[in-house]
């Protein structure tokens, strides 16, 4: 069973850049389709985008639209999430989500889930 698990979050200050690596554990050869979320403090889990396994993505979030890039490495069963010019209210926990690929990548729901990483953006 695959296991998505982020890393790269941390405190940085605002206008700053980050890169989220979302690493597939245990995917093997299976192609999922991958999403990123977010939930700022007290508030509900928001979609940013999800990319196929081929590398085609999703609209973005109205929120992140312009600021934000989801890409992927298929060889090393790795999804990016590559954000710039933050602002204070990209803080958050961003989390990762896998489903198989052969599933609506347009449908909301996800089968797999990462614990998530804090990205504290200070002013």
């Known amino acids: 069973q695959v296991r998505p698990v982020e890393f790269g979050g941390g405190l940085v200050q605002a206008g700053d850049s980050r890169r989220l690596s979302c690493v597939l554990a245990e995917a093997g050869s299976t192609p999922y389709t991958v999403a990123w979320l977010r939930q700022p403090p007290g508030n509900e889990r928001e979609f940013l985008v999800a990319i196929t396994w081929a590398g085609v993505a999703t609209a973005y979030a109205d929120s992140v639209k312009g600021r934000f890039t989801i890409s992927r490495d298929n060889e090393k069963n790795t999804v990016f999430l590559q954000m710039d010019s933050l602002v204070p209210e990209d803080t958050a926990v961003y989390y990762c989500?896998?489903?198989?690929?052969?599933?609506?990548?347009?449908?909301?729901?996800?089968?797999?889930w990462g614990r998530g990483t804090q990205v504290t953006v200070s002013a």
């Open positions: 989500a896998a489903k198989p690929a052969d599933k609506d990548f347009r449908a909301p729901t996800y089968d797999y």
